[in-house]
Each structure stands twice: as C-alpha cells, then as structure tokens.
Nanobody
C-alpha cells in the first residue's frame, strides 16, 4: 500500500511557474511508475506526464510538452512536476498517481494522492 501526498499548488499569474511535489510512503517507491493527472472544473481527469521507475524516460501530454517537466528522486521517495509558462487552461486540481504498470491511462494507476489545487490568474 502506497500513500501519496501532493504539495506545492497555489495561485500564480499567467506566465509564472510552480513546482508540485508528491511524497510517497508505505511502499517501495522505486517499484512504481509515477504520473501526474489533472482535473479542471466540469472536465474529465486528464493525463499530464508520466515517468518510469528509474526516471530514465518521461512522456507528456501535448498540451504541456515543453512547459512541464516530471522528475523523481527515489532516495527521497518523491516525484515532482515543474510547471513553467502556466496559462489559464492549466488551472486544475493536480493528482499524482503510482502504478506497477507504465501507462498514460488513469485506470492503470492503483494509488492516488488527494490532489493539490493550481490556479492561474490573468
């Protein structure tokens, strides 16, 4: 069983940056692929980025490619999402998730954090 806790959300102006963190506890963190998803009001949850167990490979949604960077520190049991050049469409609750499978689909992820709110103002 893995517990995930996100932090780092907040209010930022368009064009600004935020760094989200997701701390894991209760399991062998390096055994899990990790991902970030987000859900905006009135919309379905969508994939943002994922990273392999070792951190040697990443993959991004087209909407964030070139602006967001996912990374992990297995020694700290933490995955990060660096978000640059934020725009109004990035406003959402951001969730980190863990899976024994590498996937971009939320149904593949077994463990989820509670989410952290990101708000972008114009």
């Amino acid at each position: 069983q893995v517990q995930l806790v996100e932090s780092g959300g907040g209010l930022v102006q368009a064009g600004g940056s935020l760094r989200l963190s997701c701390a894991a506890a209760g399991g062998a963190f390096s055994n899990y692929a990790m991902a970030w998803f987000r859900q905006a009001p009135g919309k379905e949850r969508e994939f943002v980025a994922r990273i392999t167990r070792s951190g040697d490979s990443t993959y991004y949604a087209d909407s964030v490619k070139g602006r967001f960077t996912i990374s992990r520190d297995n020694a700290k049991n933490t995955v990060y999402l660096q978000m640059n050049n934020l725009n109004l469409e990035d406003k959402a609750v951001y969730y980190c998730a863990a899976s024994t499978r590498l996937s971009i689909y939320d149904r593949s992820y077994n463990y989820w954090g509670q989410g952290t709110q990101v708000t972008v103002s114009s």
